[in-house]
């Protein structure tokens, strides 16, 4: 019985994990734009170029506040799946940078900095959460295969 729940609750957390990734993936997405209207701002674009890249900052804090919540489900998925080995998934300085992303912006060289550090950031917990998908999707299939050879 337990295999089934097991397999059940992975299932759960492929799920919060793609979805992790979808929310993450937007969010580089939105902050790319960010950084190529801040590159124009920087050449002086002017105001009508400042407020566009204001507004792609804005999405780029939206969306990474949803990527933030999406992966708190996903955590809270991987905590209910018994796993073979402990996964090392360290998404926590992602989380932490998230919160502190738009904080104090005071000129064009720090907006881009910060949109580049961003970036890097979310490049790395998308890797993870990748690679933790991709494993949790070879665990179930296992659980499924060893559960048909036991009918």
């Known amino acids: 019985m337990r295999e089934k729940?097991?397999?059940v609750e992975m299932?759960?957390?492929i799920i919060a994990g793609k979805k992790a990734l979808n929310s993450m993936k937007a969010a580089k997405e939105t902050l790319n734009s960010a950084g190529n209207w801040g590159i124009w701002d920087m050449l002086g674009g002017?105001?009508?170029v400042d407020m566009i890249k204001h507004s792609k900052l804005d999405d780029a804090q939206e969306k990474l506040?949803?990527?933030k919540f999406q992966l708190q489900?996903?955590?809270c998925e991987l905590k209910d799946v018994d796993l073979p080995y402990h996964l090392g998934i360290e998404i926590s300085d992602f989380l932490t940078f998230a919160d502190f992303f738009f904080d104090g912006i005071i000129a064009d060289w720090l907006v881009q900095?910060?949109?580049?550090?961003a970036k890097e950031e979310l490049n790395n917990a998308?890797?993870?959460v990748e690679k933790m998908v991709e494993n949790l999707q070879k665990w179930e299939k296992q659980l499924m295969l060893g559960k048909e050879a036991e009918l």
């Open 65 to 67: 506040q949803d990527a």
């Open 73 to 75: 489900i996903f955590q």
């Open 113 to 117: 900095s910060r949109i580049n550090d």
């Open 11 to 13: 299932n759960e957390a």
């Open 5 to 7: 729940e097991n397999v």
């Open 46 to 48: 002017g105001l009508f």
């Open 126 to 128: 998308i890797e993870q």
